[in-house]
């Protein structure tokens, strides 16, 4: 199937696309399925770029370029077609043709599955990561895991979630190429036996059992510049030896490490398979970035000045054990040397302070399952040690606290910190609170090797894919050169803030948006909504710290006043609350707070007393592509974790440039996000991290005492279990009222009073539509910072000092990537 002219014109890529079509499904095309026309022109459009993507591949390697390979457990992609047809500059001629022949593209885009291979923010962002470094033309490649199951598929059954497989991969995934000759081995069990031949150290890994992992690669296209780079995703399969005495068991072991995301690891046998998965795609990736760089430059002493190696959060750590192994027993390299060269080719990304997210893996698993990385790994701590005893003397705290063999377990992000020669937090206050108090004894060990990098998001996904209204606004005050840089046509709406016009046309926009959320919730929950009402958001992975519970006890609280008061009733804006969130399945709380959500919602949309004032909405199923239509709908985004937990946040981005208003903690981005619009266009309420961070060490916080003195906060959690849901049996929420009064982590009812004040804010605020749609445009204004492409320059500037990426020319006959955005404008109204 020869593509490469086929998008030229409308006309040129109707008849290949017919013809293609006919040709793969032997069928005329009359008789063909929006399923079958998605895997054609996702087919074309592979092979239109395939050019493209092997010259980005040949120059750089002919330059002999620096490259970076990032690594992460996670790269939450979402449906690929329209922002490949985008980035590509051809959907300005598949729009036009399809039209023509009758065809609905939307129809045909929603045909492709999300992507299985993320569950939150961690994953969204690297794949935004992957977008603008491929647009910036540098070259940055992605390894991941072929998970054959996303992380689940949620439902809800009686108010509680449910899970189901995520068989994404149940159809054909048109975008990836199998690698068979790329396959990489990778050994795990057995034992380490070391002899000395010739006066060099021979080590050989004895009665391991093989794993071959087989490379699947993805495009990652560049918008308009003709770079591709490339995700690569390593699926188990069976090694050429394996153990014939079990031959089904090694099957069914091996298949479970490409199975799924995050499997549970509460028992021994969890544990091992999380492991196993880390090191899998790990040795994988790094074994084939050193059999590339070999065959470029002949040898590996240049590793430091060709080759960055960044781990994404701590489940790539192995990175580091990994490369020494390499460098030393393959390579034959000094310890000292090695050891040199691995830590100045590693770079570490932090991403959480929470203790249970910085992995630590028992000894007696991590050295059964990977006998030569621990050995490796304990050799790099004994070295550590010695260095910091000749600092800091022996048996020194700075020594226990640095150490990555400790209590039994071995400490991941030790690991991480001590093998780069970079560790960035995700946003200014993260990175502070990293540098001065969760890292700090790291940070004044190795002065200089903490910055920051405050965390971003792809515009052209999140705006110019996802809300063609904003587009022509955006084309019409800030130049249709926007796209190209945010962060500098952006403030040109800050001219038009308060022009009346223009405000007319950004709540249209807002309209516009809101009705395209409603029309799909009430199609697929049968809920219907007030497009009038305030649309006040939290959509994002079910924790504690990040306190939907006290956004569903805010509600419950409003309920109880608006059947109560009724001057409150009169002068109460109607506003609906919508959560999108999964829950971990062994996470017993969170999934209780799902059925609390849900019994809220049952008991308050049907009271026809306030349902016009008051309704909530669960949204089953949150993913990338659901994202994709809350995000452009939202008036308020909830961004109200305890202060100092959230290292970023990347949804309180998405919302804001697309013109919501932040009502949340000074917490991770948000801080950043106060000081781009100033006090005035955010509503900020609740402790600071400072305040937090004190409470936890001082103690003195008492939940008692915010339940026996505030009313409000004693009728919300008597509710929770004195038959107030009638339609529950009344133990349903004890955990939920235990987990309150008992120790309150999380604060919850302390930072309540506040937060009800915010609440009322915004509610008085909206009333004001002048007052609102400034403060609206002034947050889509100040959000060109928080693109991924700035964020992704300063990586490069800081970090990696990698050089753009220059291929061939453009071709003369596609649409430009600002084009395909205009013709999306007309086609996806609401």
Same mark, same amino acid.
């Given at each position: 199937?020869?593509?490469?002219?086929?998008?030229?014109?409308?006309?040129?890529?109707?008849?290949?696309?017919?013809?293609?079509?006919?040709?793969?499904?032997?069928?005329?095309?009359?008789?063909?399925?929006?399923?079958?026309?998605?895997?054609?022109?996702?087919?074309?459009?592979?092979?239109?770029?395939?050019?493209?993507?092997?010259?980005?591949?040949?120059?750089?390697?002919?330059?002999?370029?620096?490259?970076?390979?990032?690594?992460?457990?996670?790269?939450?992609?979402?449906?690929?077609?329209?922002?490949?047809?985008?980035?590509?500059?051809?959907?300005?001629?598949?729009?036009?043709?399809? !039209?023509?022949?009758?065809?609905?593209?939307?129809?045909?885009?929603?045909?492709?599955? &999300?992507?299985?291979?993320?569950?939150?923010?961690?994953?969204?962002?690297?794949?935004?990561?992957?977008?603008?470094?491929?647009?910036?033309?540098?070259?940055?490649?992605?390894?991941?895991?072929?998970?054959?199951?996303?992380?689940?598929?949620?439902?809800?059954?009686?108010?509680?979630?449910? /899970?189901?497989?995520?068989?994404?991969?149940? &159809?054909?995934?048109?975008?990836?190429?199998?690698?068979?000759?790329?396959?990489?081995?990778?050994?795990?069990?057995?034992?380490?036996?070391?002899?000395?031949?010739?006066?060099?150290?021979?080590?050989?890994?004895?009665?391991?059992?093989?794993?071959?992992?087989?490379?699947?690669?993805?495009?990652?296209?560049?918008?308009?510049?003709?770079?591709?780079?490339?995700? #690569?995703?390593?699926?188990? %399969?069976?090694?050429?030896?394996?153990?014939?005495?079990?031959?089904?068991?090694?099957?069914?072991?091996?298949?479970?490490?490409?199975?799924?995301?995050?499997?549970? !690891?509460?028992? &021994?046998?969890?544990?091992?398979?999380?492991?196993?998965?880390?090191?899998?795609?790990?040795? +994988?990736?790094?074994?084939?970035?050193?059999?590339?760089?070999?065959?470029?430059?002949?040898?590996?002493?240049?590793?430091?000045?060709?080759?960055?190696?960044?781990?994404?959060?701590?489940?790539?750590?192995?990175?580091?054990?990994?490369?020494?192994?390499?460098?030393?027993?393959?390579?034959?390299?000094?310890?000292?040397?090695?050891?040199?060269?691995?830590?100045?080719?590693?770079?570490?990304?932090?991403?959480?302070?929470?203790?249970?997210?910085?992995?630590?893996?028992?000894?007696?698993?991590?050295?059964?399952?990977?006998?030569?990385?621990?050995?490796?790994?304990?050799?790099?701590?004994?070295?550590?040690?010695?260095?910091?005893?000749?600092?800091?003397?022996?048996?020194?705290?700075? +020594?226990?606290?640095?150490?990555?063999?400790?209590?039994?377990?071995?400490?991941?992000?030790?690991?991480?910190?001590?093998?780069?020669?970079?560790?960035?937090?995700?946003?200014?206050?993260?990175?502070?609170?990293?540098?001065?108090?969760?890292?700090?004894?790291?940070?004044?060990?190795?002065?200089?090797?903490?910055?920051?990098?405050?965390?971003?998001?792809?515009?052209?996904?999140?705006?110019?894919?996802?809300?063609?209204?904003?587009? %022509?606004?955006?084309?019409?005050?800030?130049?249709?050169?926007?796209?190209?840089?945010?962060?500098?046509?952006?403030?040109?709406?800050?001219?038009?803030?308060?022009?009346?016009?223009?405000?007319?046309?950004?709540?249209?926009?807002?309209?516009?948006?809101? %009705?395209?959320?409603?029309?799909?919730?009430?199609?697929?929950?049968?809920?219907?909504?007030?497009?009038?009402?305030?649309?006040?958001?939290?959509?994002?992975?079910?924790? /504690?710290?990040?306190?939907?519970?006290?956004?569903?006890?805010?509600?419950?609280?409003?309920?109880?006043?608006?059947?109560?008061?009724?001057?409150?009733?009169?002068?109460?804006?109607?506003?609906?609350?919508?959560?999108?969130?999964?829950?971990?399945?062994?996470?017993?709380?969170?999934?209780?707070?799902?059925?609390?959500?849900?019994?809220?919602?049952?008991?308050?949309?049907?009271?026809?007393?306030?349902?016009?004032?008051?309704?909530?909405?669960?949204?089953?199923?949150?993913?990338?592509?659901?994202?994709?239509?809350?995000?452009? +709908?939202?008036?308020?985004?909830?961004?109200?974790?305890?202060?100092?937990?959230?290292?970023?946040?990347?949804?309180?981005?998405?919302?804001?440039?697309?013109?919501?208003?932040?009502?949340?903690?000074?917490?991770?981005?948000?801080?950043?996000?106060?000081?781009?619009?100033?006090?005035?266009?955010?509503?900020?309420?609740?402790?600071?991290?400072?305040?937090?961070?004190?409470?936890?060490?001082?103690?003195?916080?008492?939940?008692?005492?915010?339940?026996?003195?505030?009313?409000?906060?004693?009728?919300?959690? !008597?509710?929770?279990?004195?038959?107030?849901?009638?339609?529950?049996?009344?133990?349903?929420?004890?955990?939920?009222?235990?987990?309150?009064?008992?120790?309150?982590?999380?604060?919850?009812?302390?930072?309540?009073?506040?937060?009800?004040?915010?609440?009322?804010?915004?509610?008085?605020?909206?009333?004001?539509?002048?007052?609102?749609?400034?403060?609206?445009?002034?947050?889509?204004?100040?959000?060109?910072?928080?693109?991924?492409?700035?964020?992704?320059?300063?990586?490069?500037?800081?970090?990696?000092?990698?050089?753009?990426?220059?291929?061939?020319?453009?071709?003369?006959?596609?649409?430009?990537?600002?084009?395909?955005?205009?013709? #999306?404008?007309?086609?996806?109204?609401?």
């Amino acid at each position: 199937m020869n593509n490469y002219p086929n998008f030229k014109d409308k006309e040129t890529f109707k008849k290949a696309f017919k013809a293609n079509v006919e040709a793969k499904y032997a069928i005329d095309f009359e008789k063909s399925t929006p399923y079958q026309q998605y895997v054609v022109l996702g087919e074309m459009i592979r092979y239109y770029i395939a050019k493209d993507w092997n010259n980005t591949n040949q120059v750089t390697f002919d330059t002999k370029a620096k490259k970076v390979y990032y690594f992460s457990m996670e790269f939450l992609i979402g449906r690929m077609i329209t922002n490949n047809l985008m980035n590509a500059g051809v959907y300005d001629v598949v729009k036009e043709a399809f !039209d023509d022949m009758g065809i609905d593209l939307n129809e045909v885009e929603h045909q492709e599955s &999300d992507a299985g291979l993320g569950n939150g923010g961690l994953g969204r962002l690297a794949a935004c990561f992957m977008d603008s470094v491929a647009s910036l033309g540098l070259p940055v490649h992605g390894n991941c895991i072929r998970y054959r199951y996303g992380f689940f598929e949620q439902g809800v059954v009686n108010g509680y979630q449910v /899970e189901h497989p995520d068989r994404w991969l149940k &159809d054909v995934h048109v975008w990836e190429i199998r690698k068979d000759d790329q396959a990489v081995e990778i050994p795990f069990y057995g034992y380490i036996q070391m002899s000395t031949v010739n006066g060099k150290l021979v080590v050989e890994h004895k009665d391991a059992e093989y794993v071959k992992a087989v490379p699947y690669d993805v495009p990652m296209i560049g918008a308009g510049n003709h770079i591709v780079n490339t995700l #690569r995703l390593w699926s188990a %399969e069976p090694a050429s030896t394996y153990p014939e005495n079990d031959a089904f068991q090694y099957a069914r072991n091996l298949r479970e490490i490409s199975s799924m995301l995050y499997p549970n !690891d509460d028992t &021994d046998e969890g544990k091992l398979l999380r492991l196993k998965q880390q090191y899998f795609f790990v040795a +994988a990736g790094v074994n084939g970035a050193l059999r590339l760089h070999k065959k470029t430059f002949g040898t590996v002493k240049n590793l430091a000045d060709k080759l960055v190696f960044h781990i994404n959060d701590t489940h790539p750590a192995l990175i580091v054990p990994e490369l020494m192994r390499y460098l030393v027993d393959e390579e034959g390299l000094a310890w000292e040397e090695a050891w040199n060269i691995t830590k100045n080719c590693c770079a570490y990304t932090n991403h959480t302070i929470l203790a249970e997210a910085l992995e630590k893996w028992p000894v007696h698993l991590f050295k059964r399952l990977l006998p030569r990385i621990y050995t490796i790994t304990e050799e790099i701590n004994r070295r550590i040690l010695l260095e910091i005893a000749s600092v800091y003397g022996p048996n020194s705290k700075q +020594a226990y606290d640095m150490a990555i063999i400790k209590d039994g377990r071995v400490h991941m992000a030790n690991l991480a910190i001590h093998g780069s020669f970079s560790v960035n937090g995700v946003a200014a206050l993260h990175t502070e609170i990293l540098k001065n108090i969760e890292m700090k004894v790291f940070n004044d060990y190795y002065p200089g090797k903490f910055n920051n990098k405050t965390n971003g998001i792809t515009h052209r996904r999140w705006v110019a894919q996802s809300n063609p209204e904003l587009v %022509e606004i955006l084309d019409k005050y800030c130049g249709k050169d926007w796209i190209k840089d945010p962060e500098k046509y952006f403030p040109e709406l800050l001219k038009i803030a308060d022009d009346p016009k223009a405000q007319k046309e950004f709540a249209l926009m807002k309209k516009a948006r809101k %009705e395209a959320l409603a029309t799909k919730i009430f199609n697929e929950q049968g809920i219907s909504l007030d497009t009038n009402s305030i649309f006040d958001v939290q959509v994002k992975r079910l924790h /504690e710290y990040k306190r939907q519970l006290m956004n569903a006890l805010h509600i419950m609280y409003i309920y109880n006043r608006l059947k109560s008061d009724a001057e409150f009733k009169k002068n109460y804006h109607p506003h609906t609350f919508i959560f999108g969130a999964k829950a971990a399945s062994g996470y017993v709380l969170a999934k209780k707070i799902i059925k609390l959500i849900n019994t809220i919602a049952d008991k308050v949309n049907n009271d026809y007393e306030t349902n016009s004032l008051l309704k909530v909405v669960f949204c089953v199923n949150y993913n990338v592509t659901y994202a994709e239509t809350i995000m452009p +709908a939202a008036d308020v985004s909830e961004q109200i974790s305890t202060a100092s937990k959230e290292a970023s946040g990347t949804g309180n981005m998405k919302f804001m440039m697309n013109g919501a208003i932040t009502c949340g903690t000074l917490d991770g981005a948000n801080v950043e996000i106060g000081e781009l619009v100033g006090d005035e266009n955010i509503v900020i309420f609740g402790m600071t991290a400072k305040e937090v961070t004190d409470l936890y060490d001082q103690g003195g916080y008492n939940p008692w005492d915010y339940y026996n003195n505030d009313q409000r906060i004693r009728q919300v959690i !008597d509710q929770l279990t004195n038959g107030f849901f009638d339609r529950v049996d009344r133990g349903e929420f004890q955990m939920i009222r235990d987990t309150l009064l008992g120790k309150d982590n999380y604060f919850v009812l302390k930072d309540f009073d506040s937060y009800v004040k915010a609440q009322e804010k915004i509610n008085e605020l909206y009333k004001d539509q002048k007052k609102w749609l400034h403060m609206s445009i002034v947050n889509i204004a100040k959000s060109g910072f928080f693109t991924t492409d700035r964020t992704m320059r300063q990586y490069n500037e800081d970090i990696w000092h990698v050089s753009p990426i220059e291929t061939v020319k453009p071709k003369a006959e596609a649409a430009t990537p600002k084009k395909a955005c205009q013709k #999306r404008s007309s086609a996806k109204k609401a």
